[in-house]
């Protein structure tokens, strides 16, 4: 399969078949909800980047579906009075992220239980993972995560979603420390802007993981499953 490494293609060697191994895969995708991708100005916390990738991440997924390789969708949910941020200990990103982007008036109401900003964006299927309560930027932190990947038998974990230089690079090393293959798909997942996400790729290209193109996994796991040589 190809993989991009420090951000040029190249074919990975043998040596790297647990990557492509869709019956020990699933999808976990990050944070595709109204609260970061709705175009309006009340948005909570902006995403912009990550709209273009919905109806590509809608047509993997039915892909990866049909290669019964299972989707979880990951989402950020804080408590009604915000105990686990706003009114306890504020993350970071609520101090630090406007020093770039400016004034977010509406960051309180961000991942509110309840609210309209937790809805998912992208198709959720009948046959499909949630899991609800991401709180911080890693959705194996106070999650349920690990426990249901384990419980599933699942040893590889593909990221897709945002943002790439956040919440999927948070991802991808957690994962790695708890000793799952990684890979990012580059074609699907979406930084705050191009310079860091090309960064945070690259970082994952050299210590976590794989990052492919997500036609390019597709292709392997069909190449796989038909008996073709890697």
Not at 47 to 66: G, S, T
Request: charged share 25%.
């Amino acid at each position: 399969m190809k993989a991009y490494v420090y951000g040029e293609p190249r074919e990975l060697p043998a040596g790297f078949e647990a990557f492509t191994d869709a019956a020990h895969t699933a999808i976990v995708s990050v944070d595709m909800h109204r609260g970061h991708l709705e175009d309006s100005p009340d948005c909570p916390c902006p995403a912009p980047r990550a709209r273009d990738i919905v109806a590509p991440i809608d047509a993997f997924h039915r892909r990866a579906r049909q290669a019964s390789v299972p989707v979880i969708h990951v989402k950020s949910v804080l408590r009604k009075n915000g105990v686990d941020d706003v009114n306890g200990v504020p993350s970071a990103w609520r101090l630090t992220f406007p020093l770039h982007v400016g004034a977010i008036p509406n960051s309180d109401q961000h991942a509110i239980e309840g609210s309209r900003w937790t809805e998912f964006v992208t198709e959720v299927d009948a046959s499909d993972l949630v899991v609800v309560g991401k709180k911080r930027l890693s959705p194996f932190f106070a999650t349920d995560l690990d426990f249901l990947l384990r419980q599933m038998g699942v040893r590889t974990v593909v990221l897709d979603g945002g943002m790439t230089d956040c919440c999927i690079l948070n991802a991808a090393f957690d994962a790695s420390n708890l000793s799952y293959r990684v890979v990012v798909l580059r074609d699907l997942v979406r930084g705050t802007d191009p310079e860091m996400e090309e960064a945070a790729l690259k970082m994952v290209s050299l210590h976590i993981g794989v990052v492919a193109d997500s036609a390019d996994l597709v292709a392997a796991w069909q190449d796989a499953k038909a008996g073709v040589p890697a």
